[in-house]
């Protein structure tokens, strides 16, 4: 079971201004609150420490489970997931014209994209909605390594 203590969470959180690290959502603008997580989990070896842990919604928490790894719809490959910690969002993800849904570039973001439901019905409600509020896409969190 997680260990977390409270004061490392807020660190996350403030890491993360906020918002999902896989989906881009933010706290904010959400109705149910984030949670801290665990990149790679207890089960497979993953740690407390900060450099394995990740804010996310409750909808790619709740998708990603005890996940590290799924198949990629286009080559039907399994690959791990998208690594927030090691990885770069822009990297394996973008936006599509109207910034409503992510679109994976690489077999990692697209099969994150699958596994996470990242984009879920409710969320392309959402960020339609945020984006003509000129609140989405929010701006990619960069992260202080002093935290
Ligand atoms: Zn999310």
């Known amino acids: 079971m997680s260990k977390v203590s409270q004061k490392t969470k807020k660190k996350v959180r403030t890491r993360a201004n906020g918002i ?3 989906c881009l959502s ?3 603008y959400s109705p149910t609150s984030f949670s801290v997580e665990h990149i790679i989990p207890g089960v497979n ?3 407390d420490n900060l450099d394995n842990l990740a804010l996310a919604c ?3 928490n709740n998708h990603k489970f005890t996940r590290i790894e799924f198949i990629d719809p286009i080559n039907d490959k399994k690959v ?3 690594h927030p910690r ?3 969002w822009a990297e394996h993800f ?3 014209e109207d910034y409503s849904k992510i679109i994976g570039k690489t077999a990692t973001g697209r099969a994150t994209i699958e596994c996470l439901r990242m984009n879920r019905e409710n969320l392309l409600t959402l960020r339609k909605a945020l984006f003509v509020a000129g609140v989405h896409p929010p701006e990619i969190v960069k ?3 002093t935290l």
């Open 80 to 82: 791990k997931l998208f």
């Open 58 to 60: 409750q909808g790619c």
């Open 86 to 88: 090691k990885q770069i």
């Open 143 to 145: 992260y202080d390594p």
């Open 26 to 28: 933010q706290d904010k």
């Open 45 to 47: 070896k993953g740690t």
């Open 94 to 96: 973008q936006w599509n």
């Open 20 to 22: 999902c690290e896989y």
